[in-house]
């Protein structure tokens, strides 16, 4: 079973510091919401954003987005052989259970985030995905993998293929890829550090070269 992990993910309600902000007001007014319950994208919060530390990388649901549309539509998903989770800048992990279908539309997704950060769970009753304040070193604890392998840019350089290989050869390894759009990662985490290419990749380019090489060894 792989463990894969989308840590530092920029996901995250409009934080306290901002809600009073005209983009952030004006955004939840159109929506029907209240500015404390809005998820914050960069897309509509670009003013805001400059007020927050850290400003230019906050604000990225879209990349978890495609990181779970990619991971949980995977050959290696329907073959019971991955668990998806992910973790928050804010130190929350969400556990998505294997046949969860995350909705294409981008809108739909946003909601759904909103909903599980207002609820805890959601929907209610089936509980396809869990929120938990968790930092990624307590998660890491909790899974007990046999290696853990942080995506890396700077890390030591491998093939697609042979990572996969790798993988394959495990029990139960952990990846992690950071979901966020620049820099390094805020978490300390314990792993090898694994670059795939001689260049930085997004996020989900990342998650698809990781599924795929390691189903072409265990399937
Ligand atoms: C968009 S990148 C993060 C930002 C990147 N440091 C930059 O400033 O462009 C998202 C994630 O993809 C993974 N990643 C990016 N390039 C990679 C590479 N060449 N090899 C392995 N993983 C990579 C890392 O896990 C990284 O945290």
Not at 33 to 43: A, G, I, R
Not at 120 to 137: D, H, I, Q, T
Request: proline content about 6%; glycine content about 6%.
């Amino acid at each position: 079973m792989l463990h894969l992990v989308i840590a530092d993910s920029e996901l995250e309600l409009a934080p306290k510091s901002i809600v009073d902000h005209p983009a952030i007001v004006n955004y939840a007014k159109r929506r029907n919401k209240k500015p404390e319950e809005v998820l914050l994208d960069s897309t509509y919060h670009h003013s805001a954003l400059k007020k927050l530390e850290d400003g230019e990388r906050r604000g990225r649901p879209d990349i978890v987005h495609v990181c779970l549309l990619n991971a949980l539509e995977s050959i290696a998903n329907k073959e019971g052989k991955l668990r998806v989770y992910v973790h928050t800048r804010n130190d929350e992990v969400i556990y998505i259970k294997p046949e969860t279908r995350i909705p294409r539309n981008y809108n739909r997704f946003v909601g759904l985030m909103e909903s599980l950060f207002k609820n805890g769970v959601v929907p209610e009753g089936l509980e396809l995905l869990r929120m938990e304040e968790k930092s990624l070193a307590e998660l890491i604890d909790e899974i007990k993998p046999d290696g853990v392998f942080v995506m890396h840019e700077n890390g030591e350089s491998m093939k697609p293929q042979e990572f996969g290989k790798v993988l394959a050869g495990l029990q139960s390894p952990l990846v992690v890829v950071g979901g966020f759009p620049h820099g390094d990662f805020r978490s300390e985490i314990p792993g090898k550090k694994i670059s795939l290419y001689k260049a930085p990749l997004m996020a989900w380019t990342v998650v698809n070269e990781i599924i795929i090489n390691f189903e072409h060894w265990v399937l």
